[in-house]
């Protein structure tokens, strides 16, 4: 059991590891496309090579959570694969070919697969009954991904999209010393105890369904969203104006999700966030040259990512048990952000053409997210327990 002052600081440097793992994804999600198409690639090898970064999340998580619920070990890997995501990213530096590229992608994010679940994993064992800490912790990975999204989208409008590789490596070397001092206190694990097959229930298997299709819907969002603004007109400092409007709404939902949690149930905000989600993707599909609706559809991305994130990982880590929860927070992310987000990255691209099929590939996302709506209506309800997500 940690002393209170040694927890305090432990958090401390878990709120520095969040700040720079969603810093990272700050630059490269939204600004990764633009960076590929100043390369020279066209769209579909874009939603390709972009698939790739989502697809490494289906295999990658799971091998390491194998490896850190079998051996205890959660702060280790994360600081193997902050450290070797960090060497792989110099490949980042070479203007090579389609090929070269693709295996630059999935050798780097196969090491930076192993860091996010066992943050999660790490954070909520140390908060232990205070789990209503969790919101304020990870809302500093939110405040990097803002500092990154409009710093990045500055920085690309002054230098140009090249500029991104450098940004990116002075935000893995920050990542890496944020978790070097992150102690080695490993979970214990039972020795001589016969491990069961992991076994899913009815609820995570709806859950995760529904998870896949959201994600999925995402496609055009985290692929081509920057390019689309380009597309109407808007600047790339502009773009990253937008992007951090939705993560500051982001933000302000971890704060109320506690209370909203404890009040509705996980079901009904759910479907409910779901529902707008689709919503947010029509908004964008019709009316993008509206600063006004474009405003309300990042808005929406406190319902998109903050609410259904906020319910998503207090639900995994209550349905799992302490020598599981690795492998469920992997499975979780490798389903949704994975096969879901590869899957809507990769048929977005296919849709999108030259940006003569925008329009349909946000219509499509939307029905994603539609089905994804109606696949949660089949959870049973749950209120009150495992609610407890965010900051009290």
């Known amino acids: 059991m940690f002393q209170p002052?040694?927890?305090?600081?432990?958090?401390?440097?878990?709120?520095?590891?969040?700040?720079?793992?969603?810093?990272?994804?700050?630059?490269?999600?939204?600004?990764?496309?633009?960076?590929?198409?100043?390369?020279?690639?066209?769209?579909?090898?874009?939603?390709?090579?972009?698939?790739?970064?989502m697809g490494t999340r289906i295999i990658a998580p799971?091998?390491?959570?194998?490896?850190?619920?079998?051996?205890?070990?959660?702060?280790?890997?994360?600081?193997?694969?902050?450290?070797?995501?960090?060497?792989?990213?110099?490949?980042?530096?070479?203007?090579?070919s389609l090929t070269y590229l693709a295996?630059?992608?999935?050798?780097?994010?196969?090491?930076?697969?192993?860091?996010?679940?066992?943050?999660?994993?790490?954070?909520?064992?140390?908060?232990?009954?205070?789990?209503?800490?969790?919101?304020?912790?990870?809302?500093?990975?939110?405040?990097?991904?803002?500092?990154?999204?409009v710093g990045g989208g500055f920085a690309i409008s002054h230098w140009g999209a090249q500029i991104l590789p450098y940004i990116g490596m002075a935000l893995f070397i920050g990542m890496l010393a944020s978790a070097l001092p992150l102690p080695?206190?490993?979970?214990?694990?039972?020795?001589?105890?016969?491990?069961?097959?992991?076994?899913?229930?009815?609820?995570v298997i709806v859950f995760l369904v529904s998870a896949m299709l959201l994600q999925m819907s995402a496609g055009p969002f985290y692929g081509f969203f920057v390019l689309y603004l380009k597309q109407a007109g808007y600047t790339e400092a502009i773009a990253g104006v937008f992007v951090a409007l939705?993560?500051?709404?982001?933000?302000?939902?971890?704060?109320?999700?506690?209370?909203?949690?404890s009040h509705f149930g996980?079901?009904?905000?759910?479907?409910?966030?779901?529902?707008?989600?689709?919503?947010?993707?029509?908004?964008?599909?019709?009316f993008v040259e509206s600063a006004f609706w474009l405003s309300v559809s990042q808005l929406l991305h406190a319902f998109t990512f903050g609410l259904t994130h906020a319910a998503s990982i207090q639900f995994i880590h209550?349905?799992?048990?302490?020598?599981?929860r690795s492998q469920g927070q992997a499975l979780y992310a490798s389903l949704s952000f994975g096969v879901g987000g590869a899957l809507g990255t990769w048929l977005c691209g296919l849709i999108w053409g030259e940006g003569s099929g925008a329009t349909q590939a946000?219509?499509?996302?939307?029905?994603?997210?539609?089905?994804?709506?109606?696949?949660?209506?089949?959870?049973?309800?749950?209120?009150g327990a495992g609610t407890k997500v965010g900051p009290a």
């Not at 051996?71 to 694969?81: D, P």
């Open 318 to 324: 209550k349905h799992f048990d302490m020598h599981r």
């Open 103 to 149: 295996i630059s992608l999935a050798v780097y994010t196969f090491f930076w697969n192993a860091i996010l679940a066992q943050l999660e994993v790490i954070t909520l064992e140390t908060l232990g009954e205070n789990a209503t800490r969790y919101g304020a912790i990870r809302s500093w990975g939110s405040v990097g991904y803002i500092v990154l999204v």
């Open 184 to 203: 080695a206190n490993r979970a214990k694990i039972q020795q001589g105890v016969t491990r069961q097959p992991l076994v899913l229930s009815k609820a």
């Open 266 to 286: 996980v079901k009904s905000l759910l479907v409910t966030s779901i529902g707008l989600t689709a919503v947010r993707w029509l908004l964008l599909a019709f």
């Open 362 to 383: 946000w219509i499509f996302a939307a029905m994603c997210a539609l089905l994804s709506m109606l696949v949660v209506l089949l959870l049973p309800n749950v209120r």
């Open 62 to 96: 799971n091998l390491w959570a194998i490896v850190a619920d079998r051996t205890g070990m959660r702060s280790e890997l994360v600081k193997i694969g902050a450290g070797a995501a960090a060497v792989s990213y110099l490949s980042f530096f070479y203007d090579g």
């Open 5 to 53: 002052k040694n927890t305090e600081q432990q958090l401390r440097w878990l709120c520095a590891c969040y700040f720079f793992f969603f810093s990272i994804l700050g630059v490269m999600v939204p600004y990764l496309g633009v960076f590929f198409d100043s390369r020279g690639f066209n769209a579909q090898e874009i939603g390709f090579l972009l698939a790739i970064l």
């Open 246 to 261: 939705g993560v500051v709404a982001e933000i302000i939902m971890f704060m109320y999700a506690p209370k909203l949690l």
